[in-house]
Structure formats: C-alpha cells, structure tokens
Nanobody, 127 residues
Framework: QVQLVESGGGLVQPGGSLRLSCAVP????????IAWFRQAPGKEREGVSC????????VYVDSAKGRFTTSRDIAKSTVYLQMNSLNSEDTAVYYC????????????????????WGQGTQVTVSS
C-alpha cells in the first residue's frame, strides 16, 4: 500500500480556480502512473485525469479538457491538478490513486488497475 495525501480542496465561486496536490512517498512516481478521480454527492466515482509514469503526459476526460491541467514534480513527489473555470458540476470529493501501468490507458482507469487511494479532498463550487 502506498500512502497518498490529497490537499488543496475548498470552497470556490463559479469561474474560480483551485490547485489540488497529491503527495506520495519518495520514488512512487518512478513506479506508478497517477490518476485523479472525483465523486459527486449521489453519483458514482468518475475518472478525471491520468498522468503516465513513463513520460509524464496527462490525459483528461472531455469535461476537464481545456480547464484542468495535471502535472507532476518528481523531486517533490507530488502530482497536481490545476482546475480553472470551475462550475457547480465540479463539486465533488477528489481522489488521487496509483495506477499499475507505465502509461495511462486513458483518463478513466479501471478499478482493477488501481493500487492505492488517497483519502480525498472536498471541492465545493458555489456562490
């Protein structure tokens, strides 16, 4: 089990921005790709983005394209999810997770490929 710690969530107005962080143990990013998921109240968990271990390239679901940016800082053992132009539909608990692949299969990763989950961070978009 790998310990992942998300932070950066909070309350933001529509149109605002937040940057989430996913801190992982040293060398974790050398072994795993990292995926971001979210779960809104009363809805199933859905994939948001994934960043590949092999080349650090991120992929996004359609709802995140053009608004969200996933990046990683290997030296800091941290993955970031920069979220801009937020709207009420982005309200959810956001989770990061390790992926048992060198390259992300897509922005949505099957549960069977997930190793460990973080505890989640709440994002609320409201005026």
């Amino acid at each position: 089990q790998v310990q992942l710690v998300e932070s950066g969530g909070g309350l933001v107005q529509p149109g605002g921005s937040l940057r989430l962080s996913c801190a992982v143990p040293e060398f974790t990013l050398n072994h795993y790709s990292i995926a971001w998921f979210r779960q809104a109240p009363g809805k199933e968990r859905e994939g948001v983005s994934c960043i590949s271990k092999s080349d650090g390239k991120p992929v996004y679901v359609d709802s995140a394209k053009g608004r969200f940016t996933t990046s990683r800082d290997i030296a800091k053992s941290t993955v970031y999810l920069q979220m801009n132009s937020l709207n009420s539909e982005d309200t959810a608990v956001y989770y990061c997770a390790t992926v048992f692949l060198d390259s992300c299969p897509g922005p949505t990763v099957a549960t069977a490929l997930i190793g460990s989950w973080g505890q989640g961070t709440q994002v609320t978009v409201s005026s």
